[in-house]
């Protein structure tokens, strides 16, 4: 059973919005009854259908790493935090719609996670400060979710999603809008659940299946090599 | 007609002290979150700007700035405010945000406040009881008795804070408390904190993969939940959810070590770093400090040791102490009463601006540690009222350190309190406070090269 494969996703976020409880809903598909502060980091584990319903399908093991505390922490718990940064291959960022701060804290919360792996292909932006840029070559694939969709009175929303829509673009990434205590908004089918399924597909793929965007298309065998030199590579 | 600008000076600067109030809100307390509710921030803000105006009329009070009957007025004006702010507003919406953020009492928010307001009223009454702290010639709704109240909360408060402060100074500034951290150490904890997160996942791997395999077949785990439930849990159990319930146990117990792993590693980076600031000019600066205050804290210990054993309360302020020992001792003459006003001012604005930017250093710290975007409102108001308390209990502890002829604007308004009893109050808490303290730091101490060391 732990012999199947396995990728590696951050959910990252400011304190309070809701990640664990998003983490319970996509593993274990039930509302998590008592939230309460994460110290470090919780894992939960997703079993995952690659290319669901083709003749390529095969299961994957998605480790959902919630990485608790605030963008703002004292240096000390910033570098503590560092060590769970490595070998990731996804990044979903979490915001709650009721709270402007935490959604512009995401580009702060992506530079901590991504300036990791930026060391190694380019020079860093030395200001530390958001640079677009930088995301447009973004390897890593991002995806964000707002959380307490419910909270938002209807007169609001329109205003909401049309920020967040602009949010999502930054990262060039997918976005959902969700309520964690609510598990219709992630029913089988729904285009939510369609998008995240389409998110873990991407992650696994540019995982397992590509080894960058050099690579020499249509190598039959590239799948082979690609896993184990993709292994060396980062870990 | 002098009255009328010496009021508008005063009003002045009652606003300017509420912009800077609003400005602290929104740009160090508030960082990270959103104002919602500006009542919080117009409540936190006023609070801060009468406090400040009651520092502002002492000041001018030993400058002899203003008219002494407008000065007088201004006093009374503002204390009245004051007490309605801290016994009326801020308790009465602490209580309409703790009801608020209850999702089932939310229809009946205001009758629950106003409960809860009165039994905050009751107990602050009950507190006057025990304490010797007024002669019994006043009626029942007089300023005295309230601002005797407040008095001992804020004394309380403030001789704590300063216990703890006192020692904790010299333990933060100097490097000869600092254990010794190597860079082997931290990745040595490192590697454990990431192999249990190994385990922790390999075991939620399981669990995730038998769920699905029970999902596949029809069957559905069920948690005990409700006294029936573990009742039924207890007869009949489904072999499937049973090594889940017993998975779950040790996955729990993992991921309360990862937590500690997580906080050991945390606070051995912090400690890495202070040993690297330690070693820079600025360190070296604040180590030498440490060495003083430690001196001063041991001091001031003694002092409040003697204090109570000997039951002496100070009948003369510092400034005129000194004043009396340069001219009888040391001969020199010079003009008295132009010196104590000077010598006074300065240290009464000194003991005054580290006290409120102290205060307001504790308090975001403290914010910054324990809020969370819903409870935000309620802790800020919480802070309001502390600061509120504490700035009202200085001044009646201020009274101490300034001569007899400046003493006696606070002794005609805050009426007849026992001033005595507070000080005597205050070394009580204070000795309490700093013992405790003492004895918490080396409890910590020792316990934590202990921990680290341990395989």
């Known amino acids: 059973m732990a012999s199947l494969d396995r990728v590696k996703v951050l959910v990252l976020g400011d304190s309070g919005v809701g990640k664990s409880s998003l983490v319970h809903l996509l593993c274990q598909n039930q509302v998590l009854g008592n939230p309460s502060w994460t110290v470090g980091c919780s894992v939960d584990v997703r079993v995952h259908d690659y290319k669901e319903g083709t003749p390529e399908e095969k299961t994957y093991y998605i480790e959902l790493w919630d990485v608790g505390g605030s963008v703002g922490s004292a240096s000390s718990v910033k570098s503590t935090r560092a060590v769970f940064y490595n070998s990731v291959n996804g990044i979903i960022l979490v915001h709650d719609l009721t709270n402007k701060k935490s959604s512009q804290n995401l580009y702060r919360w992506s530079m901590e996670a991504l300036n990791r792996d930026l060391v190694l292909t380019r020079v860093l932006v030395t200001n530390g400060d958001y640079d677009r840029e930088q995301f447009a070559d973004n390897q890593m694939p991002l995806l964000v979710i707002g959380t307490k969709l419910d909270q938002i009175h209807e007169t609001k929303r329109h205003e909401v999603l049309t920020r967040t829509a602009f949010l999502a673009e930054d990262f060039n990434a997918e976005e959902i809008n969700l309520d964690c205590t609510n598990p219709r908004y992630l029913a089988a089918g729904s285009s939510n659940a369609v998008k995240i399924s389409r998110f873990f597909d991407k992650v696994i793929e540019k995982r397992y299946f590509l080894r960058d965007s050099n690579q020499i298309p249509g190598f039959p065998d590239r799948k082979r090599f690609g896993g184990t030199l993709k292994s060396l590579h980062y870990d | ?455």
């Not at chain 2, 019994?136 to 703890?164: D, N, W, Y």
């Not at chain 2, 385990?199 to 995730?208: D, E």
């Not at chain 2, 509120?388 to 005609?412: H, K």
């Open chain 2, 1 to 455: 007609m002098s009255f009328l600008i010496d009021s508008s000076i005063v009003i002045t600067s009652q606003i300017l002290f509420f912009g800077f109030g609003w400005l602290f809100f929104m740009r160090q307390l508030f960082k990270d979150y959103e104002v919602r509710q500006y009542a919080v921030q117009v409540i936190f803000s006023v609070t801060f700007a009468f406090s400040c105006t009651m520092f502002e009329l002492i000041i001018f009070e030993i400058l002899g700035v203003l008219n002494s009957s407008s000065r007088y007025f201004h006093w009374k004006m503002n204390l009245c405010v004051i007490l309605l702010i801290l016994i009326f507003m801020v308790p009465f919406y602490i209580g309409y945000f703790v009801v608020s953020n209850i999702r089932l009492l939310h229809k009946q928010r205001l009758p629950i406040s106003c409960l809860l307001w009165l039994t905050f009223m009751y107990f602050f009454w009950k507190l006057g009881d025990p304490f010797p702290i007024l002669s019994p010639k006043h009626g029942i709704l007089s300023i005295e008795q309230l601002i005797s109240r407040v008095g001992v909360i804020g004394v309380t408060l403030m001789a704590l804070l300063s216990g703890f402060g006192a020692v904790n100074c010299p333990y933060t500034y100097m490097s000869y408390f600092l254990r010794n951290v190597t860079d082997t150490d931290i990745l040595a904890l490192e590697r454990r904190l990431l192999q249990t997160m190994d385990v922790i996942i390999s075991k939620k791997k399981r669990m995730a993969m038998a769920r699905r395999t029970m999902f596949q077949r029809g069957e559905v785990h069920n948690k005990p939940s409700g006294f029936w439930g573990i009742l039924k849990s207890v007869t009949t159990s489904a072999p499937g959810s049973e090594n889940l319930t017993l998975i779950q146990q040790e996955v729990d117990a993992l991921e309360e070590l990862s937590r500690q792993l997580f906080l050991e590693t945390a606070d051995l980076y912090a400690t890495k770093e202070r040993i690297e600031y330690s070693k820079t000019f600025k360190g070296k600066y604040f180590n030498f400090l440490g060495y003083f205050f430690s001196i001063y804290c041991v001091w001031k210990i003694f002092m409040a040791t003697i204090n109570i054993v000997f039951d002496r309360v100070g009948k003369t302020d510092p400034v005129t102490r000194g004043i009396e020992i340069t001219v009888n001792y040391l001969g020199i003459q010079f003009d008295v009463k132009f010196w104590s006003q000077h010598i006074s001012f300065i240290l009464v604005g000194i003991i005054i601006v580290t006290s409120i930017r102290g205060l307001l250093i504790t308090l975001t710290k403290f914010f910054y540690a324990i809020s969370s975007s819903k409870s935000s409102n309620v802790i800020v108001l919480l802070l309001a009222q502390i600061m509120g308390m504490y700035f009202v209990s200085s001044v009646l502890l201020i009274r101490m350190s300034m001569p007899l002829e400046y003493r006696t604007i606070i002794t005609e308004v805050l009426g007849e309190l026992q001033f005595n009893f507070y000080h005597r109050w205050f070394d009580v808490i204070f000795l309490v406070s700093a013992l405790s303290s003492i004895l918490f730091l080396y409890l910590a101490h020792k316990q934590a090269p202990e921990k680290h060391m341990a395989p």
